[in-house]
C-alpha cells in the first residue's frame, strides 16, 4: 500500500494529474464498493418480504425503493447546495472523512432497523431505510470520484468497471444469504414476519461501524483542495453532465425496477410459480450478470496490452459458466450460457469505446425486455435474469463520460450525478403502478423506455457541449 500524508488539511495532487495509480487504496476502496452493493440488494428481499408482512400492493411495496433512494437525490441535494453556498465539502475534508462520514449514516440506518421490528412499523422502516440512504448518498459523492482519481484519467473508466465488479459481487452473494437469513433462519412461527430482519441488518450496522475505524486509521490519500473552493453550478454548466445525470437517473431506474421486480415476477404462473426462497436465489443471476459483465468491462476498457486484454475478456465468461453450473446446477448454466455469448460479443463489438458499449447493451437490453413481456417460461426468465450482463458496464461508464474533463468541479459533478439515482425512486414505483393496473409482464415496459434514452446518450449525449468541458 502507498504511504500518504493523509492529513485532512493538507493539499494532495490528483493522480489523474500525475499518472501515478495508488493500487492499496483502490484494493481497500473495492472493499467499500463490496459492502454496499451486498447490502443494496437486500431491498429487492424486503418488498416480498414486507408485502407479505403488511399486506401491501406492489406500489406500496415498491416504496422500500422510494424511501432508499429518494434518500440518495435528498442527501446530494443537501451537498449540492452547500457546495454552492460555502464550496465543495469534499474539497474542504477530504475523501477518506467523506467515506467515512457515509459509513457512520448507514451503521445508524441499520440499527433503526431493530426497533422498527420490535413496533412493527412499516412507516418507521421506511426511515430507517431513508438514513441508510442518506449514508450511501455520501459514499457514492466520495468514493465514484476518488476512483477516478487514483490513476490517469484515461483509464478511470477501467477502474470504475472494477471497483464496481466488486460492488456486484456483493450484490451476487447478497440475495442468497438476505434471502435465506430473513425467510428462513430468523421466521419463526407465530412471529410477525417484520421481525426476521432486525438481526441481519443489525450485524450490518456492526460492519459498517467497523469499516468507518478502518479507514481512519487507513493510510489512504485524501486529495484535499481547500484552495479550490468555487461557490457556483459551475458542473450545471457542461451539458454532457446535465445530460449524464439523466442517464444516471434512467440507469438506476431501469436496473433496480428490474431487480425489484424480479422475485414477484418469478412467482406468476407464466413463470412457474416460484416460491420466495428459491427465486431470491435466481435473483443472483440478474446481480451476479452485472459482476461478470464489470470484470470483463475492466479489461476490455484498460490498457492492457491487445492479446492479453481479449484472452482476458474471454476468460471471465469462460470461469464464470463452470462456477454457475457447480453451485446451481448445469440446467440453470446452459440456460445462462447462450446470453454470456452474446455479452461477449458485445463486448469485441464494443471495445475501446465507452459510449458505444453503452448503446450496444442498450439495445441488446432492450430486446431482451420485450421477450420478457412477449414470451413465457423459460425463456421470458432467462432473459429478463440476462437484463443484468447488459447494465454492467453503464453506472462506469456514465459516470466517467459525464464527469470527464470537469477537473476540481468533479465531486460538485459527482453529487449532482448521485442526486439522479433518485430514479431509483421513482421508476420502480412507476412500474408498480403499471404492474397493478396492468400485469407484471407489461410493467417492464418503463425500464424499456429508460434504457431507450441511455442509448441515446451514447450515441450523442456523452459529447454535448463537450469542446467547452475541454
Known amino acids: 500500500m502507498n504511504t500518504i500524508d493523509p492529513t485532512p488539511t493538507s493539499s494532495t495532487s490528483p493522480a489523474s494529474a500525475n499518472g501515478q495509480t495508488y493500487r492499496g487504496p483502490f484494493a481497500l476502496m473495492t472493499v467499500l464498493f463490496f459492502m454496499w452493493g451486498f447490502m443494496t440488494v437486500w431491498n429487492d428481499i424486503l418488498i416480498p418480504r414486507f408485502k407479505e408482512a403488511f399486506t401491501l400492493n406492489y406500489a406500496q411495496a415498491m416504496l422500500v425503493q422510494f424511501a432508499f433512494f429518494g434518500a440518495y437525490f435528498v442527501g446530494s441535494l443537501v451537498?449540492?447546495?452547500?457546495?454552492?453556498?460555502?464550496?465543495?465539502?469534499?474539497?474542504?475534508?477530504?475523501?477518506?472523512?467523506?467515506?467515512?462520514?457515509?459509513?457512520?449514516?448507514?451503521?445508524?440506518?441499520?440499527?433503526?432497523?431493530?426497533?422498527?421490528?420490535?413496533?412493527?412499523?412499516?412507516?418507521?422502516?421506511?426511515?430507517?431505510?431513508?438514513?441508510?440512504?442518506?449514508?450511501?448518498?455520501?459514499?457514492q459523492i466520495a468514493a465514484n470520484p476518488y476512483v477516478t482519481i487514483l490513476g490517469p484519467e484515461r483509464t478511470a473508466s477501467s477502474r470504475l468497471n472494477l471497483s464496481q465488479a466488486f460492488n456486484s459481487f456483493g450484490t451476487t452473494i447478497?440475495?442468497?444469504?438476505?434471502?435465506?437469513?430473513?425467510?428462513?433462519?430468523?421466521?419463526?412461527?407465530?412471529?410477525?414476519?417484520?421481525?426476521?430482519?432486525?438481526?441481519?441488518?443489525?450485524?450490518?450496522?456492526?460492519?459498517?461501524?467497523?469499516?468507518?475505524?478502518?479507514?481512519?486509521?487507513?493510510?489512504?490519500?485524501?486529495?484535499?483542495?481547500?484552495?479550490?473552493?468555487?461557490?457556483?453550478?459551475?458542473?450545471?454548466?457542461?451539458?454532457?453532465?446535465?445530460?449524464?445525470?439523466?442517464?444516471?437517473?434512467?440507469?438506476?431506474?431501469?436496473?433496480?425496477?428490474?431487480?425489484?421486480?424480479?422475485?414477484n415476477f418469478l412467482g406468476t404462473p407464466q413463470l412457474g410459480a416460484i416460491p420466495h426462497v428459491e427465486a431470491s436465489r435466481f435473483l443472483s443471476f440478474y446481480w451476479g450478470g452485472l459482476m461478470i459483465g464489470r470484470f470483463m468491462g475492466a479489461f476490455a476498457l484498460s490498457e492492457l496490452r491487445g492479446w492479453l486484454k481479449k484472452v482476458l475478456v474471454i476468460f471471465v465468461p469462460v470461469v464464470a459458466l463452470p462456477i454457475v453450473?457447480?453451485?446451481?446446477?448445469?440446467?440453470?448454466?446452459?440456460?445462462?450460457?447462450?446470453?454470456?455469448?452474446?455479452?461477449?460479443?458485445?463486448?469485441?463489438?464494443?471495445?475501446?469505446?465507452?459510449?458505444?458499449?453503452?448503446?450496444?447493451?442498450?439495445?441488446?437490453?432492450?430486446?431482451?425486455?420485450?421477450?420478457?413481456?412477449?414470451?413465457?417460461?423459460?425463456?421470458?426468465?432467462?432473459?429478463?435474469?440476462?437484463?443484468?450482463?447488459?447494465?454492467?458496464?453503464?453506472?462506469?461508464?456514465?459516470?466517467?463520460?459525464?464527469i470527464e474533463g470537469l477537473g476540481a468541479l468533479k465531486s460538485q459533478a459527482s453529487s449532482l450525478l448521485v442526486m439522479a439515482i433518485v430514479g431509483g425512486a421513482a421508476l420502480p414505483l412507476i412500474q408498480g403502478v403499471v404492474a397493478d393496473h396492468l400485469s407484471i409482464q407489461a410493467s417492464f415496459v418503463v425500464p424499456m423506455v429508460a434504457f431507450t434514452y441511455i442509448g441515446f446518450y451514447g450515441i450523442w449525449g456523452y459529447k454535448a457541449g463537450r469542446a467547452a468541458a475541454r
Open 79 to 139: 451537498y449540492f447546495v452547500i457546495s454552492i453556498v460555502s464550496g465543495d465539502p469534499i474539497n474542504r475534508i477530504g475523501y477518506r472523512n467523506g467515506v467515512i462520514t457515509g459509513l457512520l449514516i448507514a451503521a445508524v440506518g441499520s440499527a433503526l432497523f431493530y426497533p422498527a421490528a420490535v413496533m412493527t412499523s412499516y412507516p418507521f422502516f421506511l426511515v430507517a431505510l431513508f438514513v441508510v440512504g442518506l449514508g450511501f448518498a455520501m459514499l
Open 174 to 263: 447478497g440475495p442468497v444469504i438476505a434471502g435465506y437469513l430473513i425467510f428462513k433462519v430468523f421466521t419463526h412461527a407465530g412471529v410477525h414476519e417484520a421481525d426476521s430482519v432486525k438481526i441481519p441488518y443489525l450485524a450490518c450496522a456492526g460492519v459498517f461501524a467497523l469499516l468507518a475505524v478502518l479507514f481512519k486509521f487507513a493510510h489512504v490519500p485524501d486529495f484535499t483542495n481547500p484552495e479550490h473552493m468555487t461557490r457556483d453550478l459551475g458542473a450545471l454548466r457542461h451539458p454532457h453532465t446535465v445530460l449524464g445525470m439523466i442517464a444516471i437517473f434512467m440507469y438506476v431506474g431501469g436496473e433496480v425496477s428490474v431487480g425489484s421486480m424480479l422475485i
Open 325 to 402: 453450473g457447480t453451485i446451481s446446477g448445469w440446467a440453470n448454466a446452459l440456460h445462462y450460457a447462450p446470453y454470456l455469448a452474446v455479452l461477449l460479443v458485445a463486448f469485441f463489438l464494443g471495445a475501446k469505446s465507452p459510449q458505444r458499449m453503452l448503446a450496444l447493451f442498450c439495445a441488446v437490453i432492450i430486446a431482451l425486455l420485450a421477450i420478457g413481456i412477449t414470451s413465457t417460461g423459460t425463456l421470458a426468465m432467462w432473459s429478463v435474469l440476462s437484463v443484468g450482463m447488459f447494465c454492467s458496464v453503464m453506472w462506469s461508464n456514465i459516470f466517467a463520460l459525464a
